[in-house]
């Protein structure tokens, strides 16, 4: 044989071992992919391995470094508890790892002593007592720092206000509509309210009727039941010159920048067009308050209005010494300031373009032992063991993001503008969101909201997660609930509402969440925690008080993580469609008791709500007959039948998105629900007919009126149909 022909044989040669090992690793890469398709043991391993390795020590560790300083949002800490984060998932192990910064528009107390922010009862003119400035630090060095957070109320107008005082309870409407009816002229005068969960409402409420500023303090009968624990520093009771801090904006996001993220280039509105309110607002502690309701004339408050100050509640107007009146004076700082958001990824090895997001915020008013820096804890010891498995050679079927986002407390800022910035990404390919915002505020059970298509993973995992103290007839979070709670423990899985960073993702996007954290028990403080946005969220608040040993923030690591696993890393999402069929025939009956005769009874336009009622039948017809029927019959070695099936789940929750705004709040365009802060009520039912509702009796423009009326309903109805095409089969629909 000649050299060329030895030549050629061996390329043949080559050629041919070249194709078989290259056969060979196809077919080892497609039993690695269909082990993943399948689910096989390698998940309950992974389950189990991860359980074990949240290590309650590290979450204490973490909460003791993240609290040393305060970090408060677009301040320098926002930038360097943001770089920490990113440079901590780079270390631990993760793909990839960002910041993601906005330009947006904070506010912030005034740092000169003479114009600091105050409240003073004045006799003729001159001050006799003023409201507690300087933070008592009962010896503490984390205390006594120079950059500790000042009483303020974010987003306040500014102001020298002096004028008689009113009580005015909660600040609602309905509150101050009890003072007119008692003949009460509520204008140019000083209301002083006890702090409750509808703060950004108050302002406007009070604005509208005239009144000169707005005193808010925190009730003691509202945070905690005398007798059942002593007041920081000796328990975790608010103390008597404890102020209690947070965010006047009634929207969500950048004030600025509506339905847009703040980023370079940005149109921004000019102030006068935001939602924000123009009167002082101030917030005092409890031992200020009595010194001013104690003082004060009037007949006394209804006992609904009646709380647990140790003097008799007079509703005003002005004191029993005609000299004196209120001063009110706000010189905060209305400015441009940059917040970060951080985000990691560990990139999915099958379906890498679908995301499941686990999120906590960063900032806090002062330290924030407990909102946030405790849920910040647990995500740093949640991405330390996926990062170590990622490095292990183990990788999630789907893509997973870690993120810290920045200016919450002011109005979810860092997530609101994210999800605006990468709208169409995350519509796409946002699989679920995970909410980790205060982790542990109490010792009684864990209370865990979610979006219906999540409840059977939730429920599924609060049955796996062991209680961190187990007894006989207590082994698992599930029998904990169940032992509080009675037999139907599932009952206390509720819908989400508001007040956090999810609302970006279920009322913006459509995407389904969860959040949940270990509460107290209500029996003994009617607040989720006493020391709510106060200076002392210490990490000692939670070290000795809260949760000593942090056995429930280990357990709060472990249900978190293993949520992020099972929705990350199953082949078929466990979805609870026939949940979501049950939410929007519940929401519909809601509807129809609130409105139905209203709307059938008014005499302007013919309206009928056949059509929506037909609709939601319909829709939890193929709700049910796609959880019993479509999912049980799904080929789970198909990969490419079951990434249409999740992608459908998926989809469904979108199907409720308006195309346009219909809430005066550009976030909120779930057509099902939106947070209760939109409006002095709670949980909200069809927002855009509610918003269509509100005060619809007394608008001279009846006709134009109940056309927008007519108009929501046709939108919800439509909506109601799009989600039940959208769970018809592929071909017939």
């Not at 009617?526 to 949760?547: G, P, Q």
Request: aromatic share 10%.
């Amino acid at each position: 044989m000649d050299r060329k022909k030895c030549r050629r044989l061996r390329w043949v040669i080559a050629l041919a071992l070249v194709g078989v090992v290259g056969f060979l690793l196809g077919i080892l890469l497609m039993r690695l992919i269909m082990a993943h398709w399948k689910g096989e043991d390698i998940s309950n391993s992974i389950r189990e391995r991860i359980q074990e390795e949240i290590k309650a020590e590290n979450i204490r560790n973490n909460l003791r470094e993240t609290t040393l300083k305060p970090h408060l949002a677009g301040t320098p800490a926002d930038f360097e508890t943001a770089e920490a984060l990113r440079s901590l998932w780079l270390r631990q192990g993760l793909d990839s790892a960002k910041l993601v910064s906005y330009d947006v528009l904070l506010q912030y107390p005034p740092e000169e002593k003479d114009k600091r922010n105050r409240v003073q009862i004045v006799k003729d003119g001159v001050p006799v007592y003023e409201s507690s400035y300087k933070l008592q630090t009962f010896g503490e060095e984390v205390l006594e720092q120079d950059d500790i957070t000042p009483p303020f109320h974010a987003y306040s107008g500014n102001g020298d206000v002096t004028g008689e005082p009113i009580y005015a309870n909660y600040g609602l409407e309905e509150d101050f509509e009890y003072l007119t009816n008692e003949g009460i002229n509520v204008s140019g005068k000083i209301a002083i309210c006890r702090w409750g969960l509808l703060l950004s409402t108050v302002a406007k409420n009070a604005e509208r009727l005239g009144v000169a500023a707005v005193i808010m303090f925190p009730d003691p009968a509202e945070v905690w039941r005398p007798g059942t624990g002593e007041t920081y520093p000796h328990g975790p009771h608010l103390p008597r010159n404890a102020t209690v801090m947070g965010s006047l904006f009634q929207d969500t996001g950048d004030p600025l920048t509506p339905g847009y993220p703040s980023t370079d280039g940005a149109f921004r509105v000019p102030r006068s067009s935001t939602n924000l309110p123009n009167i002082p607002v101030h917030p005092i502690s409890y031992g200020d308050a009595e010194k001013i309701i104690g003082q004060m004339t009037g007949d006394k408050v209804p006992d609904s209005w009646r709380g647990g100050l140790e003097t008799t509640y007079h509703i005003g107007p002005g004191f029993e010494d005609e000299s004196k009146r209120i001063r009110v004076f706000v010189n905060s700082t209305m400015k441009s300031a940059t917040t970060y958001n951080a985000i990691g990824f560990i990139r999915g090895a099958v379906e890498p373009d679908r995301y499941v997001i686990i999120g906590n915020h960063r900032d806090a008013w002062v330290l924030g032992a407990v909102d946030p820096t405790g849920g910040t804890a647990v995500l740093m010891e949640i991405s330390r063991v996926f990062g170590m498995l990622k490095q292990e050679g183990w990788r999630p079927r789907r893509s997973i993001m870690f993120a810290s986002w920045g200016a919450e407390e002011y109005s979810l800022i860092g997530s609101v503008e994210w999800m605006e910035q990468y709208r169409t990404i995350l519509t796409k390919r946002a699989v679920a969101y995970l909410n980790l915002d205060v982790a542990v505020a109490g010792g009684h059970v864990v209370m865990p909201s979610y979006s219906a298509l999540l409840k059977n993973v939730a429920i599924q995992t609060f049955k796996q997660v062991k209680d961190p103290y187990p007894t006989e007839t207590v082994k698992t979070l599930y029998d904990s609930m169940q032992e509080k709670f009675g037999e139907n423990p599932e009952d206390l899985f509720q819908v989400v509402t508001g007040g956090t960073d999810f609302e970006a993702f279920i009322y913006g996007i459509g995407t389904s969440v969860f959040s949940a954290y270990y509460a107290s028990n209500w029996e003994d403080q009617y607040t989720f925690y006493s020391l709510y946005h106060t200076a002392y969220e210490t990490f000692r608040l939670v070290d000795e008080y809260i949760d000593k040993g942090f056995l429930r923030h280990r357990a709060m690591g472990q249900l978190f993580a293993e949520m992020l696993r099972n929705i990350a890393d199953s082949t078929l999402i466990n979805g609870d469609v026939a949940s979501y069929g049950i939410l929007v025939h519940a929401v519909g009956e809601k509807f129809r008791d609130k409105y139905m005769d209203q709307i059938l009874n008014n005499t302007v336009r013919n309206i009928s709500i056949v059509h929506l009622s037909n609709a939601i039948d319909a829709f939890q017809d193929a709700a049910e007959s796609y959880q019993y029927t479509t999912l049980p019959s799904v080929d789970h070695d198909n990969p490419l039948v079951v990434r249409a099936i999740n992608d459908q789940m998926m989809y469904l929750e979108q199907s409720f998105i308006a195309r346009d705004n219909i809430t005066p709040n550009p976030v909120y365009r779930h057509i099902l629900f939106a947070s209760p802060g939109l409006f002095d009520i709670g949980y909200m039912t069809f927002p855009g007919i509610m918003v269509a509702m509100d005060g619809i009796d007394s608008d001279p423009d009846q006709e134009a009126r109940w056309a927008e009326v007519e108009r929501q309903l046709a939108i919800v109805t439509h909506a109601v149909q799009s989600a039940t095409s959208a769970l018809h089969d592929f071909i017939s629909w």
